[in-house]
C-alpha cells in the first residue's frame, strides 16, 4: 500500500501522544479506514488489527513513563513474526501506518510498548506460535482537543525536547542535502519512540539514507529496531510529498534499513 502522502506528511506534524481519552466509540466509517490501512500494511512478518474488543483490559496497569492511559474506545494490536529477522522493524513501520492515518482523520493516539497487557490482546486474536503482540497503540478522541493552552504546550514541549539533525546525521554536508532529503529527515526527526530516546541515526549519500540504532542496547523491554521502523514511515512520506520516490532494504545490525531512490 502507498502512503497517502498528502495528509499523512500534514499528520506528521501534528501528532502528539494522548493519554486521555474522551471514551466515545470511534466511528464505524473510521474504523474501518484504519483497518483498511493496517491490512495494507501488514504482511507475514508484521501485522497490525484494530479492535474495539476488551480494550480496558489490554491497557489495564499501564503505569512508567506512558503514565495512564484513560478511556480510549479502540486500540490497534502491532503482532510481529519471529521468524523474520526484520520483524521488529516491519512491526514500527505499519504500525505507524495506523498512526498517521488516525491523526489524519482526527483522533488521537498512543504507542505503548513496555506496559500492556500482550495476554488480553490474546483473547480475542488468535496468535500463530512465533508470533508475539510487540505493542498496542491507544486510540480514540483527544479529552484535551479543546484545550488550546494545552495543545500549544505539547507543541512546545515537544520541539524542545527532539534531537537536532546535527546530532543525528553523518555523512554529506547539509548544505550539499537536496530537498528531498531535508523534508525526510525532518519528519524523521518528529517520530515518536519510547520515552522519546530517538534511537535512530541518519547515514546520508547523495541518493539515499541509511537507517541505524545508535547502540544494539535495548531499553525500558522495547526494541530500538521497533522505533526506527517508525521512524522510516516518518523519512519516506516527507521524502515522497517531494515526490523522492524509493525503495527500502533491509539490513544487518546495528544497521537497519536503507532508503535509495528508485531510478528516474
Known amino acids: 500500500m502507498m502512503t497517502p502522502t ?14 486521555t481519552y474522551t471514551g466515545e466509540p470511534v466511528p464505524g ?6 483497518g483498511q490501512a493496517a491490512a495494507g500494511f501488514s504482511g507475514p512478518a508484521a501485522r497490525v488489527v484494530v479492535s474495539t474488543e476488551g480494550v480496558g483490559q489490554v491497557f489495564r496497569g499501564v503505569v512508567g513513563s506512558y503514565g495512564s492511559i484513560v478511556d480510549p474506545p479502540a486500540y490497534a494490536a502491532v503482532i510481529g513474526n519471529k521468524a523474520d529477522p526484520a520483524y521488529q522493524v516491519r512491526c514500527g513501520y505499519a504500525g ?18 513496555g506496559f500492556f497487557r500482550p495476554e488480553a490482546v490474546a483473547l480475542t486474536e488468535i496468535l500463530e506460535p512465533e508470533e508475539k503482540v510487540l505493542a498496542v497503540i491507544a486510540l480514540g478522541l483527544d479529552a484535551e482537543a ?11 514541549a515537544r520541539s524542545h525536547m527532539r534531537k537536532s539533525l546535527s546530532e543525528l546525521v553523518s555523512g554529506l554536508p547539509r548544505t550539499k542535502w537536496p530537498a528531498w532529503i531535508e523534508a525526510a529527515l525532518e519528519c524523521a526527526r518528529l517520530a515518536p519512540s519510547a520515552v522519546n530516546r530517538q534511537p535512530w541515526r541518519f547515514m546520508v549519500e547523495p541518493d539515499l539514507i541509511t537507517v541505524s540504532v545508535d547502540s544494539l542496547s535495548d531499553t525500558y523491554r522495547i526494541p530500538k529496531r521497533l522505533d526506527c521502523g ?35
Open 29 to 34: 466509517e473510521i474504523l474501518q479506514r484504519l
Open 146 to 156: 479543546d484545550n488550546f493552552g494545552h495543545r500549544l504546550m505539547k507543541k512546545f
Open 230 to 264: 517508525i521512524a522510516m514511515l516518518h523519512l519516506e512520506t516527507g521524502a515522497r510529498h517531494l515526490d523522492a520516490e524509493g525503495t527500502w532494504t533491509y539490513m544487518d545490525p546495528p544497521d537497519v534499513a536503507r532508503y535509495e531512490l528508485e531510478e528516474q
Open 96 to 113: 505507524e501506518a495506523v498512526v498517521l492515518e488516525a491523526v489524519s482523520l482526527g483522533l488521537g493516539t498512543c504507542w505503548v510498548g
Open 6 to 19: 498528502d495528509e499523512w506528511y500534514e499528520a506528521v506534524s501534528r501528532r502528539h501522544s494522548i493519554r
